[in-house]
């Protein structure tokens, strides 16, 4: 008799396969990546490089010795996860050995310690970047300025010195009189983390797991849609000094939206439940943004949907196949 087998997400009803389908968000990744670099020099590529052979290692030795289950690290998971927390941390020389802790973090607590891949509930980037973020506050909210030159290798300085605050902080301390202009926050001129600079590279990633159908557009669109009316109604009414396209152009939106609210283990099944899990992560975003200690939300907003995301499947049931 041959057994039905059951596993975790993501489910994929294709010829695709799920190492297929991690691949293609790490190469979606790599223009995002690309313009870090350009602007940030080589320590980007370093967090970047250190990052994922963390992921990698910690997956390999957590599957080897504590799980003893066959290595999973070929299927591209690990490198997924590496990437998106690498993009999301500052290029300074600190990260580059605290983004090791916070990889041990995201794989060994957001991802290993739930089953592996599919059964985690929770982003595991994103949970290491929130560890990293309240255990080292002033490491990971010290930002070096872009350089000048696009795609001057050494146009970052080697030291802390030169820093430079994100559009998000300029906003907290000084209003939206000091901010870049919208060119730069396209082109990714501006301060940040790694994946926050440049509007137009996440751009060109999402649309070609779009054109893959690697995500759907009920995520992104609910997300930044949602982002946008409330920044714009808030800002209608007095209570916030950023406009709505500011508001979607700086921080951590784009590339939380496209990237990682799209993950396909911790959201919902069904258009309708992502719908509703895109606006939940939009409207997160803005409250915290706009009354929160933190400039940011993206990271918090998506994890706090995440842990939702069962009760969303629960009421947004698929449609049973008719016999």
Partial sequence: MKLLNISGSPHVHSDESTKKIMWRVNLALVPTLIVAIAYFGLNALLVALISVAACVLFQWLIEKFIMKVPSTICDGSAVVTGLLLALNVPATREMLWLVIIGALVAIGIGKM????????PFNPALVGRVFMLISFPVQMTTWPKPGENLFSMVSVPTTDATTGATPLGILKENGAEALPQVWDMLIGHMGGSLGEVSTIAILIGAIYLLCRRIISWH????FIGTAFVFS???YGCGSSNVDPLTTILTGGIMLGACFMATDMVTSPMTKGGQLLFGFGCGLLTIIIRTWGSYPEGVSFAILLMNSVTPLINKGFKPKRFAC
Avoid: D, E, R, T
Avoid at 113 to 119: H, I, P
Avoid at 219 to 222: E, G, L, R, S
């Fill in 219 to 222: 995520i992104p669109v609910a």
């Fill in 113 to 120: 310690s739930f089953g592996g891949l599919g059964k985690n």
């Fill in 232 to 234: 714009w109604i808030l």
